[in-house]
């Protein structure tokens, strides 16, 4: 079958544990020129508080990504037929200083979106959630946002430090790249310095879905009043922390807590925002150190394959 958009190269035509190392083997190019939506992997780790490890985790990723086919049996989406996607490699980071980093990210999604492009982004920490945001707003006004972590990340500073993975969404708050009656925490858990860890979101209005309240029952209703509740004009951003999933499931993580979220709710999550304006989405936190087996890279490449999924079932629907 002949398709005007680029296609991944699949497992009959080259072995999967060889071919480009690129996400799901598909087709690179230097900028976001023409394309619908890209890859684009964030290798930083420099922000992190804990275990070190997430700057390998966008090479892991896409070498993981390798399993991935172009059809989604569940939900019949099929991206690279609607779709021109490319993976368009890694942000040129400062390794040694995490402000300049947050700088060079800013500027980098601000060329990205300039082609309409929709970003899906291979973490790295979580801190690059905030200077993505940045380029958002200057593109789309605030947004709307979908947040799956184990932690608010709405910590004032860090040892003395406002910029950090435990501090994106409060600077995102304080600059106004949020909707904040727009905005959804889902996974929420663990242990605490007080109750303002999560009740300062709420007090911004954010929704906040603790794990407890997710434990033993689909989050497609929960979705659903996503949906409804942001409406499909809105621009929305995902960001999806792998720790937000039980250990059991994501051991190859920084900060991992108990009680998380299962596999089957994160796919309902995530084929949950078909239907919403995503403008841009991301995969963070995967430390390949902690990961030996790999299944925790395996699933953040199944993950951003289904948000892209989701953003090629949300153009169809239109």
């Not at 690279?80 to 400062?94: H, K, M, R, S, T």
């Not at 905030?130 to 932690?151: E, F």
């Not at 250990?247 to 994160?266: H, R, S």
């Amino acid at each position: 079958m002949t398709s005007q958009f680029n296609q991944p190269l699949g497992g009959n035509d080259m072995a999967r544990f060889s071919g480009p190392a690129t996400m799901m083997r598909l087709p690179t190019q230097e900028t976001a020129e023409g394309l619908d939506a890209c890859f684009c992997g964030i290798p930083l780790d420099i922000g992190a508080s804990n275990r070190s490890g997430t700057r390998h985790g966008p090479r892991q990723i896409r070498a993981e990504s390798c399993m991935l086919r172009p059809y989604n049996m569940a939900t019949g989406a099929a991206p690279f037929e609607q779709l021109q996607v490319a993976d368009i490699g890694d942000v040129p980071i400062n390794t040694f200083d995490l402000k300049d980093s947050v700088r060079i990210i800013s500027d980098f999604y601000d060329g990205i979106l300039a082609h309409d492009c929709v970003p899906l982004t291979l973490g790295g920490d979580h801190t690059l959630t905030y200077p993505i945001l940045q380029a958002m707003k200057r593109k789309y006004g605030p947004v709307a946002l979908v947040h799956v972590d184990a932690h608010a990340d709405i910590n004032d500073e860090m040892f003395g430090e406002k910029i950090a993975h435990g501090t994106p969404f409060r600077r995102a708050v304080e600059e106004g790249l949020l909707i904040c009656d727009k905005a959804w925490q889902i996974g929420l858990r663990g242990t605490g310095y007080s109750p303002d860890d999560f009740n300062w979101s709420r007090q911004q209005g954010f929704t906040v879905v603790q794990a407890e309240e997710c434990w033993h029952k689909s989050l497609a209703p929960l979705m659903e009043q996503v949906r409804s509740e942001t409406g499909p004009d809105v621009p929305v951003y995902l960001s999806f922390d792998i720790d937000s999933l039980d250990p059991a499931f994501a051991p190859g993580t920084g900060t991992v807590e108990i009680g998380g979220l299962t596999i089957w709710q994160a796919l309902e999550i995530v084929r949950g925002c078909a239907g919403l304006n995503l403008v841009g989405c991301d995969l963070v936190e995967v430390s390949p150190p902690y990961d030996p087996s790999g299944n925790t890279a395996l699933v953040g490449a199944n993950l951003l394959y289904e948000m892209l999924c989701a953003l090629s079932q949300t153009r169809r629907q239109v």
